[in-house]
């Protein structure tokens, strides 16, 4: 039991610094997508994944990114980025499909 709890206090109390709260705030961003998307679903009474949601991804998962090439993290590193291109292209597909045509 001491050591679970000198490897809690090592890691949530003395490795605390500025780039934890980065982590925290980017993870924040992240979990919140899921909350968008549940309740846009709730309201819908169907599986609906609002713009905000990808916004949200963008958001948690570029601060992730920062996060985990400061942490020298390569996992991490190839997960948030290999995300980044999915969020960023449906995105693209959002915004090209709400932009007027040109000739009509």
């Known amino acids: 039991m001491t050591d679970l ?3 809690l206090h090592d890691v949530f109390v003395t ?3 500025a780039w ?12 919140m997508r899921f909350v968008v998307q549940w309740i846009a679903s709730e309201r ?17 998962g570029l601060l992730l990114l920062i996060y985990a090439l400061y942490r020298k993290d390569p996992v991490f590193i190839a997960g948030q980025a290999l995300g980044l291109i999915v969020y960023v292209r449906n995105l693209y597909f ?11």
């Not at 934890?20 to 979990?31: D, E, N």
């Not at 819908?44 to 948690?60: D, N």
């Open 5 to 7: 709890i000198s490897y």
């Open 20 to 31: 934890v709260v980065l982590g925290f705030v980017a993870q924040g961003f992240f979990t």
């Open 44 to 60: 819908a009474r169907a599986s609906v994944i609002p713009v905000a949601f990808w916004f949200f991804s963008l958001g948690g």
């Open 15 to 17: 490795k605390f610094d």
């Open 94 to 104: 959002i915004l090209i499909t709400k932009r007027p045509v040109a000739g009509r």
